[in-house]
């Protein structure tokens, strides 16, 4: 049916098509039908809508494509049914548990990109990974379809290093000292970074703190080309765009697959012509991955994967039985990683592992002899070489290169916790932790989070500070204190654990 557009200020988190309910009924369209738009050479796909909020002669595209695809208002288009892509039989191959071939799997990315695909297919192909995984024949076939389907970033200085923490570890701003260690050395390091989806910051929230992180791919190259580095949103690119419509699956299901995770990773390094690849895996209690066993044998998947597509990848296992440093969210922990950086002091664990992972990517770029990375690292760190390159990111992303730690706000609502016994700390739970910390407003409110002033192993006596709760309003104040008592985020027990009779 021929339609004139009518662009509405509507956002629904997929590509919409909005028709009216009498045009739908002569059409035979139906709720979440999928629909093909056709002006000139132009096609684009989306689901149905069945709205009065435009007139029978109408058709009414969501800002979700206005996004992406330019269409003017009252222009005449075609309006069709999608009918059903033929991927759509691979991702019930894979469903059987059947082994997909290339091919297949390129066609289903291309049409989870192209939008031929809807949610519930979307989602089904995310379920059918969970339950039946992916071989590394399958994994490469996917990450290379990822990385390929988007943009693709050149950088002329080589070699192009990159770091990737799967996360899961509370307070985790250490790749804010690990990139200006390694670009100082005279490395290479564009690193692209995620905001929080489960946590409390993620590395693009704490730096958004103090810098822009939202730039296009071209910005990237000329502040790379230009000083070596930057920390950046990888959300605003185009990178491996089916990540992140594949993410939303994941994130409504709360599943996690192997297979899609390594792809998702990889593809978006793979996109930013990263050559040297470490990957961080905190491995513990309450995080992603925790035993050693299981996180040896995702490493050796990364290495493997990284063989396929042609990068060199190393795995540093490291702890994440508590929280790194001793602040969770964004302001605070800009605060801590800018502190460290200028003074080459702070919290031993975010000290320790930054110069660790810094001195393995140092090793693995030629500029530090083997067992020397972490004391050439800490060399850097420690003569103000890698806050002078902090500060020229900084000046390059539009923030304010001589800014204070102490000036960055926190939230003025505060409520301190203290130990109910005298003890010592056996234990933390990153969880809940994060858990006060979201429920006092990070990451959205950059101000909210956790100070702790207790790690695990310390000497408490009754009613000594363990953390303080920091929020923008009382109302998340509120919500954060009533999470912290109905969980237990710091164990404090005697040296006698448990006592049991003679029986």
């Not at 208002?73 to 691979?90: H, K, L």
């Not at 234990?427 to 429920?439: K, P, V």
Request: with cysteine; charged share 25%.
């Amino acid at each position: 049916m021929k339609a004139k557009v009518r662009l509405l200020n509507v956002y629904s988190g997929r590509y919409s098509v909005f028709i009216n309910e009498e045009e739908a009924r002569k059409a035979r369209l139906h709720p979440d039908d999928l629909v093909r738009i056709e002006t000139g050479k132009k096609m684009v796909y989306g689901s149905v809508v069945i709205s009065n909020l435009v007139e029978s002669n109408e058709v009414g595209l969501s800002r979700d494509i206005l996004q992406f695809h330019s269409f003017s208002e009252g222009e005449i288009v075609n309006v069709a049914p999608g009918g059903t892509p033929e991927s759509v039989r691979y991702i019930k191959k894979k469903m059987e548990g059947k082994k997909l071939r290339k091919v297949e799997i390129e066609a289903i990315i291309k049409d989870i990109v192209d939008r031929k695909l809807r949610d519930i297919e979307i989602s089904s192909f995310v379920t059918s990974l969970e339950i039946n995984g992916l071989d590394m024949d399958e994994t490469a076939a996917l990450t290379l379809a990822m990385a390929e389907t988007g943009d693709m970033l050149d950088i002329d200085r080589k070699p192009i290093m990159d770091v990737h923490s799967i996360g899961g570890v509370p307070g985790n701003k250490t790749n804010i000292l690990v990139v200006p260690i390694v670009a100082a050395a005279g490395l290479t390091i564009p690193k692209t970074s995620s905001r929080a989806i489960t946590s409390a910051a993620g590395t693009a929230d704490v730096v958004e703190v103090f810098a822009e992180v939202s730039f296009s791919l071209d910005e990237i190259k000329r502040i790379v080309e230009k000083i070596g580095a930057c920390l950046v949103w990888g959300g605003a690119l185009n990178l491996a765009p089916a990540d992140d419509i594949t993410i939303r699956a994941e994130r409504a299901l709360s599943i996690d697959p192997t297979g899609l995770m390594l792809a998702s990773i990889m593809s978006k390094k793979y996109a930013m012509g990263s050559q040297y690849v470490l990957i961080d895996i905190p491995t513990g209690r309450g995080v992603k991955v925790e035993t050693l066993e299981e996180a040896r044998g995702l490493s050796k998947d990364f290495i493997e994967l990284g063989k396929r597509l042609g990068q060199y990848v190393e795995v540093a296992i490291t702890y994440g039985g508590q929280p790194i440093g001793h602040t969770v969210g964004p302001a605070l922990e800009a605060r801590e990683a800018l502190q460290a950086l200028m003074t080459g002091e702070g919290p031993g664990s975010l000290i320790e592992k930054a110069l660790g992972l810094a001195g393995i990517l140092l090793e693995m770029g030629g500029v530090a002899p083997a067992g020397m990375g972490k004391s050439t690292a800490r060399e850097i760190l420690k003569s103000g070489k890698a806050w002078e390159k902090m500060k020229e990111i900084i000046a390059e992303q539009g923030g304010n290169p001589e800014i204070k730690p102490e000036e960055i706000p926190v939230g003025s609502n505060t409520y301190t916790f203290t130990a109910p016994t005298s003890g010592y700390v056996t234990a933390m739970d990153n969880r809940a932790i994060t858990g006060i910390a979201r429920a006092a407003g990070a990451p959205e409110d950059k101000g909210a989070g956790i100070e702790l002033y207790v790690k695990v192993g310390e000497k408490v006596r009754e009613g000594d500070p363990l953390f303080k709760i920091y929020a923008e309003s009382e109302a998340r104040l509120d919500q954060a204190i009533v999470f912290a008592r109905r969980t237990e985020p710091i164990r404090i027990e005697g040296m006698v654990l448990q006592r049991i009779g003679n029986i």
